[in-house]
């Protein structure tokens, strides 16, 4: 599955992903033979809808992972497994207060504030923000450039003015 994955040029954690949900598939399916079958993929997956109270990208991630192994691996030019994914309810985002805010941010350690500040205020993920060079962050434009992000993909985003001198002086720290 990885190398299949590799080939077609997957992002790492995408081959991670689906990788995973082979190997549950396997344990699933218990034999060789049983694992070939798009029968066995479709009660499995079946069994991913009703049994498990997952999110509806997280039954996605299943199936395309599945057709992914039944078309590059097993090379079943179009497999069709008969199961319809529930959707799941639209939920209000839970959004943390300017307090509750403070207070994550005086929880942490030292170290980790300025990170956090910047991760949250400038909307970075984890992944993105452990990659930032001092050449990504542009103080006179109060801009950040995310360098092969999700989808491999650049993207520029606002530095908040809150931590200019705080990145300034950890700049000037770092050099």
Known sequence: MQTAGARRGL???????YGAWAARFGKFAETAEKAMSVVTATRFLTSVVEDE????ST????????????????????????VKLRKTEQRVPVVLSKGET?????????????????????????SELVRL???????????VTVRGGKGDKDRTTVLPKSLLDEVKEQIGQAR
Request: aromatic fraction near 12%; proline fraction near 1%.
């Open 102 to 126: 403070g207070r994550l941010f005086e929880s942490l350690e030292a170290r980790y504030v300025l990170a956090a500040k910047l991760q949250y205020g400038a909307g970075l993920r984890l």
């Open 133 to 143: 060079r001092i050449k990504d962050i542009d103080l006179e434009r109060g801009t």
């Open 53 to 56: 109270e997952c999110a509806y």
């Open 59 to 82: 039954q996605k991630q299943a199936l395309n992972a599945l057709a992914f192994f039944f078309k590059q691996v097993c090379g079943v030019e179009d497999p069709v497994f008969g």
């Open 11 to 17: 992002a790492r954690r995408t081959k991670e992903c």
